[in-house]
């Protein structure tokens, strides 16, 4: 018997599924591995494949100690399966099948749908390492850097754990996903990531700190909802992914948190009190509030277009079928299957905007999407708070979901950001001064400078609080040239 705690590293794959004794999925893992490195060498972090970086790798997945940091080749990283604990007597905790016992199998008459969320779930995962690559040739620090390769050697990880299920549950079928998980590739024209904020550019750092805020929180949202999943491997997976996701979320967070602290310091040193003054603020070599205001915009409505259309009859048939939940079903009072309830949804009314009664059903991506705003909003209040403190005078504010959309009910209209539905005309005389223009872009384009000495940060960015594992302010977390 396997010890599920602990991970094994005897094998090519670390991992605690015991996969020693479960020798045909190995085989089918160790034949996938070879592609995986040549995509990690190819279409991962561009130009430090040498580089001796300070990354954690999980030991265990026990939550208060599966982490051990050393330094490590990135190609050389240890990905492992890993799964949280099996719970005992677990039982399907919604839908049709509400209180049977969790699948330990796919059940059979909803394995295209299952599969079909892996799939989209283990699309998005190579997607972001993918779109962060040329990212280490302008990081700001050691520190930053190092937290970037740390959330792409993560977000690898997670590939794995998908692959891991469709390897194992779904046969041949699962197989050739796995393949075409390697294939598709972010932005590409004839072969594109599948869902649309895995294909955008992440062209600097900024974009990179708004990303991991906005998208990865998209990422703690669809796990948590899989990880109520009625098919057990899947919700274990899940489970031990979100640990690592809150890293992602601290990385981003702390990042644009450190960004205003260094805007707003540098305001007060030169004496500049009004936020709007552009060109002062830009003057001084640092991103003014208004701009980080647009990049908010612009990274907080592609990941609400990630939540799928408000109305859905894929999300009704996914939680009927008991495979995807909604956000802290368990904490949830009612009756997990929701036949006879509503759930309010917005939507465009004679050119204006209104609540409507949905059946909640078919309402569950809206309903995982104000969870998800809600979220979103809290961690806004944390960035004005550090505003506030300095005493510049301005406030972040998430845009109306009305703007700038994709997908869903706003797809084919156009919204200010207070939610005032607008003309074609109204829209392109206003989209510069709520959307990163291309004069914005390029002027955070020229404060992207590499540093690289230890305990150095790029001026337009203030030092974290603390380092990574109670390490001093001047550690050397990346050796990018170890010879
Ligand atoms: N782009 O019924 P609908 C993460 C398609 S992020 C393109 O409205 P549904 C991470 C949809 O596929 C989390 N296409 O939506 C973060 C469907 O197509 P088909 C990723 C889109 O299916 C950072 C049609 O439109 N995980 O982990 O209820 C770094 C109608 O769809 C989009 C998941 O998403 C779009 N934005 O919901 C690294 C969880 N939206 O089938 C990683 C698994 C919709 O008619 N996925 N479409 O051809 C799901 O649960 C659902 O598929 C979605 C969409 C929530 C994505
Ligand atoms: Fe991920
Ligand atoms: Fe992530």
């Known amino acids: 018997m396997h010890d599920a705690i602990h991970v094994d590293y005897d094998t090519m794959i670390p991992n605690n599924v015991g996969l020693s004794e479960d020798r045909k ?11 995986y490195i040549d995509w990690w ?49 677990r039982k399907v905790p919604f839908g049709e099948y509400k209180g049977e016992a969790a699948w330990q199998e796919v059940p059979g008459e909803h394995r295209a749908m299952l599969r079909r969320l892996i799939v989209i779930q283990g699309d998005t995962e190579p997607a972001s390492v993918e779109q962060q690559r040329h990212l280490g040739a302008t990081a ?17 990880r997670h590939l794995w754990a998908m692959v891991y299920l469709l390897q194992k549950y779904f046969g041949r079928d699962g197989r050739e996903e796995s393949e075409e998980l390697l294939q598709r590739h972010s932005g590409d024209p004839d072969k594109p990531r599948m869902l649309g904020a895995f294909n955008e550019a992440t062209p600097d750092w900024l974009s990179f700190f708004m990303f991991t805020f906005f998208t990865d929180r998209d990422g703690k949202m669809q796990l948590e909802s899989l990880a109520q999943s009625g098919f057990d491997p899947l919700s274990r997976t899940c489970r031990f992914m979100l640990t690592e996701e809150a890293h992602h979320m601290f990385v981003g967070e702390t990042g644009v948190g450190r960004t205003i602290q260094r805007t707003c310091d540098a305001m007060n040193e030169a004496g500049i009190d009004d936020p709007y003054d552009i060109n002062r603020v830009r003057d001084l070599g640092v991103i003014d509030l208004p ?51 509503t759930y309010p949804v917005v939507k465009r009314v004679n050119g204006h905007i209104e609540m409507v009664d949905t059946p909640a059903l078919s309402a569950l991506n809206m309903r995982l999407r104000d969870d998800y705003a809600r979220d979103c909003e809290k961690g806004v209040g944390r960035w004005n708070k550090i505003i506030e403190k300095t005493g510049v005078d301005f406030q972040l504010k998430l845009p109306h979901t009305a703007f700038h959309r994709g997908i869903g009910e706003f797809a084919q209209s156009e919204a200010s950001p207070d939610g005032d539905i607008l003309s074609a005309d109204e829209w392109a005389a206003r989209k510069d001064d709520w ?10 384009a020229s404060l992207m400078e590499q540093v690289t000495t230890p305990g150095k940060y790029a001026g337009w960015i203030a030092p974290p609080k603390v380092g990574i594992d109670n390490k001093p302010g001047d550690f050397e977390y990346v050796k990018i040239d170890p010879s």
Not at 25 to 35: D, I, R, S, T
Not at 294 to 319: I, Q, W
Not at 320 to 340: C, P, V, Y
């Open 291 to 341: 701009t980080l205001q647009k990049k908010a915009n612009m990274h907080y409505t592609l990941s609400l277009d990630l939540f799928g259309s408000e109305v859905s009859t894929n999300a009704a048939n996914a939680f009927n079928a008991g495979l995807k939940g909604r956000f802290h079903e368990s904490r949830i009072e009612d009756d997990h299957q929701l036949t006879k309830d």
């Open 435 to 444: 959307l990163p223009s291309k004069a914005d872009g390029d002027f955070i």
């Open 41 to 89: 060498k190819g279409l991962g972090p561009d130009g430090f494949q040498e580089a001796l970086v300070y990354l954690r790798t999980a030991v265990s997945v026990d939550p208060k100690g599966w982490a051990k940091f050393d330094y490590v080749k990135m190609p050389e990283y240890r990905w492992g399966i890993l799964l949280a604990p099996q719970e005992e007597e």
């Open 140 to 156: 700001p620090s050691l520190y930053d850097m190092r937290n970037l390769f740390q959330v792409n050697v993560e977000e690898g």
């Open 25 to 35: 999925v190995l085989k089918a893992l160790e034949k996938w591995h070879p592609g």
